[in-house]
T-cell receptor
């Protein structure tokens, strides 16, 4: 089946620095990918839709200048958390659609900002 | 804004018991999916339902999509400790190619 890979699986960074998370579709091309954030004991909240070759579409309340999304190829989308703060600490998950198989999710990236 | 409310939020039952998790919305969805998520991992798709009134079975799990395609239920028969996890419903609207997750149901099955 379709596989979506995220890297890194966990990262710790200092407050004020930026962190980049990668999401790759390993065996298929994905023109659209999605980024979610999940806080402890909560569900997944959609942050933005990443579109290959064009600007991402952000959900209401998500700061596009803070969460930079780049989808430069059909197999890679990146999420950069800029000027990270402790409240940005969360579990970030990406997903992609592969035809009739529907949505496939990555294994997530746990970000801890100290 | 489409909202998907799941109930109950938490459920702890004894092994062998049956349970039902509900997913409700005021919005109509073109399809609805159920996922199970383990700690520290991404959600894994269990089933997709697309037709109002549709019922799908996956071993001891039975999924139903409401006639109006606004709600769904997940019924587990003879629950086992391996069923423990976070169960999430997610709806896809016909107007936007994206899915919105429900609030989640954390299930714990005691041996």
């Amino acid at each position: 089946g379709a596989v979506v890979s995220q890297h890194p699986s966990w990262v710790i960074c200092k407050s004020g620095t930026s962190v980049k998370i990668e999401c790759r579709s390993l065996d298929f091309q994905a023109t659209t990918m999605f980024w979610y954030r999940q806080f402890p004991k909560q569900s997944l909240m959609l942050m933005a839709t990443s579109n290959e070759g064009s600007k991402a579409t952000y959900e209401q309340g998500v700061e596009k200048d803070k969460f930079l999304i780049n989808h430069a190829s059909l197999t890679l989308s990146t999420l950069t958390v800029t000027s990270a703060h402790p409240e940005d600490s969360s579990f970030y998950i990406c997903s992609a659609i592969r035809g009739s198989e529907g949505y496939t999710f990555g294994s997530g990236t746990r970000l801890t900002v100290v | 804004t489409q909202l998907l409310e799941q109930s109950p939020q938490f459920l702890s039952i004894q092994e062998g018991e049956n349970l039902t998790v509900y997913c409700n919305s005021s919005s109509v969805f073109s399809s609805l999916q159920w996922y199970r998520q383990e700690p520290g991992e991404g959600p894994v798709l269990l089933v997709t339902v697309v037709t109002g009134g549709e019922v799908k079975k996956l071993k001891r799990l039975t999924f139903q999509f409401g006639d109006a395609r606004k709600d769904s239920s997940l019924h587990i028969t003879a629950a086992q400790p391996g069923d423990t996890g976070l169960y999430l419903c997610a709806g896809e609207s016909s107007s936007a190619s994206k899915i919105i997750f429900g609030s989640g149901t954390r299930l714990s099955i005691r041996p």
